[in-house]
C-alpha cells in the first residue's frame, strides 16, 4: 500500500528556515517523480516543486532561490529546505507522486496528509 | 503559465441530480488534465486523468470530457459523500504544473 507521511512543520518567524521530511512507503521515490504541492489557509493548490527520477529539480517562480528539494533513497524520503521564509510562504504543504517516472507531463496519484507552515512572528 | 479558470465557484445541486463542473485552460493542454476532489482536512483525491480516465476505485458516477482548452467534470447522480471542492490541473506544461481556483460544491 502506498502511503506519505509528512513532517516538520511549524511556527518560524520571518527569514526563517525549515525542513519537510515525507516518508514514503510501499513503493521507491527513486523510481517516481516526487512534488510539493502547498495550499494557504483558505485557498487552492499551488505547485511548489518536482524532482525527477533521474534526479533534475524543478521549482516555481514564487520559491525558486529560497526552496531546495531533495531526496534520500536510503530513506526512502523526499524532503524540501525552505530558507528565507515570507508569511506568504504559510501553507499546508503535501507531499505528492506521480504514477511514474518516465514522463514529465504528469498528475498527481498519491498525496500526503500535510503538515502546516506557518510564517510569522 | 498557463491558467486554469474553474467555473461556478461555488454550485449548489441537490443530492441524487446531476453536476456540471467547468475548467478552462489559457491555451491548449491537449488531454493532460486531471481532476481532484478535496474535503475538509483532507489531502486531495485523485478522480480523472488524461480528461476522461477514471483512477482507481472512483465510482462510475464521475465521468470527464473534453480536450484543448474546455474541459468538464460530471457527477450524474451526487451523492452526500461527493459534496466537496474539486479542482482541475493542467500537467502538458511542465514542469509548470498548475491548477484551477476550484468549485466548491454544496448541498441545495
Redesign the interface.
Known sequence: EVQLVESGGGLVQPGGSLRLSCAASGFTVSSNYMSWVRQAPGKGLEWVSVIYSGGSTYYADSVKGRFTISRDNSKNTLYLQMNSLRAEDTAVYYCARSPYGGNPKTYFDYWGQGTLVTVSS | EIVMTQSPATLSVSPGERATLSCRASQSVSS?L?W?QQKPG?????LI?GASTR?TGIPARFSGSGSGTEFTLTISSLQSEDFAVY?C?Q??N?????????TKLEIK
Not at chain 2, 483532507?42 to 485523485?46: E, F, G, I, S
Not at chain 2, 511542465?94 to 491548477?99: D, L, N
Request: zero cysteines.
Open positions: 493532460n486531471a481532484y483532507q489531502a486531495p483525491r485523485l486523468y483512477a479542482y490541473q500537467y502538458n511542465w514542469p509548470g504544473y498548475t491548477f484551477g481556483q476550484g
